[in-house]
Every structure is written in structure tokens, then in C-alpha cells.
């Protein structure tokens, strides 16, 4: 049975005071005396890109610097930049990823409280969209008090390097995405195969 298709609701996390935050000056804030990040690795080689390390002792991922967002004018309300961040994280070259990042700012300043940044999920979706129409999506007591950001993750939207590997999605999209049969479960599962082979390509 096909359902109507129901709003897509951004997953939101609250950036404050303490924990990890996108300041107005463009700096990513961080709180030192939280736990580092640790990733399971064999031994000291570094993985090669794109390979999921193997369970092992825990190590703490390379050092990086801590970017600087630049941030300039792109609408009403509105301020755009581009955040560059490690192809892989686990490498020490310099392959890197350019990610657009949108914020709404906050439309009283004077009563901010920090910075909201949202994401709709996916995978496969681009998020910057959210933050451009922030005053369509939510509410006056969100827009009031925080600056909505956005971003699109690797491989979506305006991301470079963007994945775009299947020329018309009007198949996948044609799919009934709730099967009442053995046909239509399969027609699903044929569709989710013909997508990851493309990409594989």
C-alpha cells in the first residue's frame, strides 16, 4: 500500500556553551575535557582510504587543526563558506573534501543562544536547503534565538567530490516503498541492487 509521503524532519543537535559549537566569529569551538575520539585499529599502519579498520587496541585519530569557518554574505539573512575536511580521516595526506555550509542567522542577536545545526538525514541528501529556507521550516522561537546551519555531507549537494553516479532516479523513486507482496518486496530489493552497482561502476 502506497502511503503518502510524510515531511522530512531534520535531525537537529544543540551547539552550546561547553561542548562543541560554530561561534560568529567562524571558529569550531571545542571543550578540551571531553573524551578524545578512538578508533579500532591492527597494529600501527594507518588503513587506506576508505577502509573500515579491523577490531584491535584503541588509538586516537591523527592530530588535525581545528578550521576556521570564513564566513561572507550569500542572502537575506543569510552567510555561506565552505568547510574542508579530510578525505580520510585515519590518512596523514592531504586528500581533502570541500563542504558548503549555509547559516540562517538568528534573527534577534541579541537574545542568541548558540547555534543549531541540522542535517535531513538520508543517506544521499544534501543539507544546506535546510538552512536557506530555515524561516519555512521552523518555528519563530528557533529563528528568534539560534543560527540555523546547514551543511551538505560528503558525496551530496554541492559537496566536492559529489557522487553522482545514476543519471535518472525515476525508477527508484516509482518504487512502492510499502510491499504488500513477495513481487513488490523484491521489486525493492532488485532496486537497492541496480543502485549500488551503478555506483559501483
Known sequence: ????????????????????????????????????????????????????????????????????????????GLECTTLVAPLDYFATGTESVRLPVVRHLALKPNERIGSLLVNPGGPGFGGTYLARNAATIFTEEILDRFDVVGWDPRGTGESVPAIDCIDNYDPYFAIDPTPDSTEERQAIIDSAKSFADACAE
Open 1 to 76: 500500500m502506497r502511503s503518502r509521503p510524510s515531511a522530512v524532519l531534520p535531525v537537529a543537535a544543540l551547539l552550546l556553551l561547553g561542548a562543541c559549537g560554530i561561534d560568529r566569529t567562524g571558529s569550531i569551538t571545542s571543550d578540551s575535557s571531553l573524551p578524545r575520539t578512538t578508533v579500532a585499529t591492527t597494529g600501527t599502519d594507518t588503513p587506506s582510504t576508505g577502509a573500515i579498520p579491523a577490531l584491535g587496541p584503541s588509538t586516537t585519530l591523527p592530530e588535525r587543526d581545528v578550521p576556521v569557518l570564513q564566513w561572507s554574505p550569500c542572502g537575506e
